[in-house]
């Protein structure tokens, strides 16, 4: 009897422990509900190019310039969701005809996310998202699952709805996690039937329990590729259901277990133990070789674990060994807890910019006050080996205008580089006034300064360190402005180090549009002269206030044959930047733009080098700079015929493969 009534102990205990944990729970659900009329930045975060004004969110800027525009807003809170409702205002503004992507609602356990062409999210990590995407392009709505392509579509023209009418529109989207049902409704908001629709635009049989096992981030993203679509939110609310439904436990014959709200009752039957000693003697020997072999190999399991960590830890240690080694330039190694706890876990919040190389966060160390500026390699872990390689020299470069890395990191898989922090940002935003400052306007004498400190650190990266170090990605997003306005020369993802006395070879074409030299687009050759026709194109930004390819109408507007036409009716001076109201030196103002067309040369060999770039902006060159009346044109020869116009532009042509050369010719 004393074995039994162990036996009978024991399961009535685990039948409690099986009560409280399978049955309780089920009484739990939880209900997360938010309610935007209009947007404020104290609970959502803008990513790419998405902005707010006045309460309402912009995913996408509209741009003269052909290139996309890509943005994304996420709710700051995580959420865990089986079964979900939300609805929200929405309006698309087209100003060209021409029709982008369009945007899209997501569910992702991402909070990293970026806009990119297809107006989807994009993230270092692998693709999972749920999507409910609204095409502009084939004025459609459609459901996405980790992948572009829509698993299903259902055409709005149909139903009487233009994405593209400008109006007001308004959308319910609905999952039944019970049904496993996925419904999305449309109707223009403001008119009779503004209230929800009976019928849905979208309605979808699909189980999305696999998305739904971690918590989410929900958030909308949009995508213009080339357009000049405005996509806004105007409100948004949500509302999501979390019933925990446990599986009950199968119980043995011989024990009852109902349970009604708190209470739980458990009839045990003895049973003799004249009828059943051998079976609990059996059961006996079983839990005992249970309670052995159990912790035994729990202990073999430890043991396998620890082998494992050891060797993963020996393999990382060896490695920030021969890193440590390799960055001989850098002042400090950080450690990664202290980097996680500067970027407030590396959240979105941080985010001040993306790269070639990753994601920049900002970093405020409390312990000493500083802020700095992290880059995240977005680069696999055993790719990394030659791209470090090359960050190892260029952490020993010195240059006052140069970004200057103060440390870097190697753990948890991850390469973390730590650099100054830039209080004025990037170029380009102070220029074309995107920055908070939106009312500074850079003076003619911050201007003169930023293109004298640019051709010096070129200078110095083309012919003074050890080893020539080619930018390849010279642009006003690269160059960043310390708290007195200095250009600092950043982002060396795309830098490629060589011997003075070789030539480098690139087999991919790095860089972007509108600052890549003729003959880099037609070869992939680098070398420093394509870094001094960038460094033109930068100039002629800086004097003019333009960027390198802007709209006017229906036509695209090439900068340096725009202030080459000038130069050619003996109107130069007429390029100079209006906004600056005539407040410079006009000698100096037509020297910058002379000296940004001769870096501009479509020639190379006509190009000056940036030794002699800094001569000529500090009077000391003794030749004077000889431009030509009318531009350069270059004749190049090869097997698939494409020319610069049509790189740049946003229409597909039809190519006559009969061609085999291409004229770049700039009047």
Known sequence: MPFITTTNTVTVTVTVIFFFLFMLPSTLSQNTTFNFSSFTLRNITLLGDSFLRNGVVGLTRSTTVPASSAGSFIYNNPINTTTFTTTFSFSITNTTGSSGNGFAFFLSPFNRLLGIPGSLPNSSEPNRFVAVEFDTRFNHVGLDLNTLDPVRTDDLTLQGIDLKSGKLITSWIDYNSDKKKLSAFLTYSGSSNSSKPEKPVLSVDVDLSEYFKEILYVGFSGSTEGSTELYEIVNWSFELFEFLVPQKPSLVNHHNVSGSGSTVSVAVKDVPASKNSTKNRKRFVIGVGVAIAGPAFFCVVLL???????????????????????????????????LKLATRGFHVSRIIGNGSFGTVYKALFVSSGTIAAVKRSRHSHEGKTEFLSELSIIAGLRHKNLVQLQGWCVEK??????????PNGSLDKILYQESECSNFLLSWFHRLNIAIGLASVLSYLHQECDKRVIHRDIKTGNILLDGNFNPRLGDFGLA????????????????????????YLQYGKANDKTDVFSYGVVVLEVACGRRPIEREGQEMVNLVDWVWGLHSQGKIIEAADKRLNGEFQEEEMRKLLLL??????PDSDQRPSMRR??????NEAVQPLVVPKVKPSLTFSYSLPLSLDEIVSDTEEEFNSSHNLCEIKID
């Open 596 to 601: 940004g067309l001769s870096c501009a040369n």
């Open 413 to 422: 898989g991850e390469l973390l580089l730590v650099y100054e922090f830039m």
């Open 496 to 519: 490629k180090l060589m011997d003075h006395d070789k030539s480098p070879v690139s087999t991919l074409t790095a860089g972007t549009m509108g600052y890549l030299a003729p003959e």
């Open 613 to 618: 770039v800094l001569q000529i902006l500090n």
């Open 304 to 338: 396998v674990l620890g082998y494992v960590s050891f060797r993963k830890w020996n393999g990382v240690r060896k490695q920030k060994k021969s890193f440590r080694t390799g960055f001989v330039g850098c002042p400090k190694e950080f450690d990664y807890k202290e």
